[in-house]
């Protein structure tokens, strides 16, 4: 079974910064595109951050240039750098895999969401 698992979010003030990671555990075949999700109160899931196998990033205009995605590929993980957080940033983040298993079909791709860990921006 391939799960995500998340780690870090917390509390933080105005200005301040948090890391988030994302594992990937499982049998996995490759870890194609991943990316970042969050969910705030009163709003629609928005995907801000993506990063290719390649490393390859995108982001949407809301936190470029404050936060960083990066991934290690030995170790199956994505991260997320928040810099310069705002009360706006408050929300649930999920990281999410696009990613390839062996099954008794053969190569299947999978969409596969971490749990989600909340993030609050407050003094």
């Known amino acids: 079974q391939v799960q995500l698992v998340e780690s870090g979010g917390g509390l933080v003030q105005p200005g301040g910064s948090l890391s988030l990671s994302c594992a990937a555990s499982?049998?996995?075949?490759?870890?194609?595109?991943m990316g970042w999700y969050r969910h705030a109160p009163g709003k629609e899931r928005e995907l801000f951050a993506t990063i290719t196998s390649a490393g390859s990033t995108n982001y949407q205009d809301s936190v470029k240039g404050r936060f960083t995605i990066s991934r290690d590929n030995a170790k199956n993980t994505v991260y997320l750098q928040m810099n310069s957080l705002k009360s706006e940033d408050t929300a649930v983040y999920y990281c999410?895999?696009?990613?390839?298993?062996?099954?008794?079909?053969?190569?299947?791709?999978?969409?596969?969401w971490g749990q989600g860990t909340l993030v609050t921006v407050s003094s």
């Open positions: 999410n895999a696009q990613i390839v298993v062996f099954t008794e079909r053969g190569l299947t791709y999978l969409e596969v």
């Open positions: 499982g049998s996995i075949v490759r870890l194609n595109t």
